[in-house]
């Protein structure tokens, strides 16, 4: 039994202004995503420094209280779900860039700060920070770490885990562990870091890192592509890589469907290419060249034009431009203004296997709706795709049948049910199709060593 006067124990050690009530924190919103539904918990811990998230995990673990962690709140797979019976806690006030450390070409932060503030902010000091997603003007750094977050530029930066270097942690007993390390190499026994990373809040609340910085590019070249097959896709970018090299930087692949969509009355974005094509392709090569690079690229439009390998190409030449081609590729949230409910998903494969498996969802989708609708996009580069599905339906049921189509042909091809969004609460179910009952138990067992009263986050992952 937790104490019933817990709220009250924790504003007397941390102050009211760091703990919010039921009904203080029950009109702020409970998700990004979820409009109109409002925070339902206990209580909302609002700390200012490690130590306060210490004393306050101190005390819910001495008292058997839930915790749930909460940072932007764009997570979509229930992973900041809250009840009546947990204490939410977030990170928003914990929001300084405590150090950008030029000639290392690293950066300090606490977890709350926005993901778009820091890279305005390291942009300023002539540096860059690789990571980039749809909600960066709403997700913080501590969320980004937890989830493992990937993005439009993980094709060359890596997701969040290579922009790691060092972490500062909070444990479920209100343990510090301080591993605030700048090195690339350090091989001083386990790398603990990579325990919280991806971990999603149920080992413990990440408060500050160390992440890695890269010289601001100097040159940018974008353009979109149409391409008549898959295997000119894959063609493609086997080419791409090799001719841009190490200016390579986004992939992102749009099925026919989607881009019709996005680029049809009532959209706001007209279509730069013609309708018709099977497939569009939105690349991006970021530079320290200008002129240079912008030749290479160039040149590598002209001769795939040429030899047949891409039907057409608009290169963008402004930032209106580029606003617009990447508009047509980001801007997700359209899809909801068209289709209620929408089912999303967020899948890794074989760069190989995507068109069939595509084909084989849309097959086994239309034999069970009629009127169903289903659209395909993401991040070819790095094998990872975002799935859009609408039937007309949401309850249990349909969601079930629904990601049973989705995720079950993910297993023999050795693929994963989520590349970027991570587990929570609604993907447990189907982890056994991308993880082994050995890797399943080994996580268990981390889960109960180090949150022996499982408190943080309960019930999310594992």
Known sequence: MTNPNLVETLI?????????????????????WRAGTNLQCKALARPKSTVEVSEIMKICFANNQTVVPHGGLTNVVGGVKTSLDDVAITLERMNMIEEIDVRNKTVTVQAGVILQDLQKAVAEAGLLFPLDLGAKGSCMIGGNISSNAGGLQALRYG?????????????ADGTIISSMNKMMKNNAGYDLKHLFIGSEGTLGII??????????????????????SFDKAIDFLNIAKRTLANTLTSYEI?????????????????????????YYVLIEALGQLPEADTT?????????????????????????????????????????SVHNPVFLFDVSLPITEMENYIETIKTNLKAVWNDVAFYAFGHMGDGNLH?????GQDDETTRHKVEEIVFMPLQP??????AEHGIGLEKKAWLHLSRSAEEITLMRML????????????????
């Open 413 to 418: 091809i050795g693929g994963s049910i989520t």
């Open 207 to 228: 408060t500050k890192a160390i992440l890695k910085l890269e010289d601001a590019p100097q040159s940018r070249n974008t353009a979109l592509v149409a391409l008549e």
């Open 12 to 32: 007397n050690s941390v102050g009211k202004e760091t703990i919010l009530t039921h009904g203080e924190a029950s009109v702020r919103p409970a998700s990004v």
């Open 254 to 278: 749009i099925w026919q469907d989607y881009y019709q969509l996005m680029t049809s009355s009532p959209s706001t974005f007209s279509a730069p290419l013609p309708q018709n094509y099977a």
């Open 296 to 336: 290479l690229f160039q040149n590598l439009l002209e001769q795939s034009l040429e030899n047949g390998l891409i039907a057409d190409a608009a290169l963008a030449q402004s930032q209106q431009e580029l606003d617009w081609f990447w508009g047509i590729r980001e801007q997700v949230e359209f899809v909801f």
């Open 447 to 462: 889960k109960n060593t180090l949150d022996p009263k499982g408190i943080l986050n309960p019930n999310k992952v594992v």
């Open 387 to 391: 799935l859009f599905v609408s039937c």
């Open 159 to 171: 997701v969040m885990r290579q922009l790691v270097l060092g972490l500062e942690v909070v444990l």
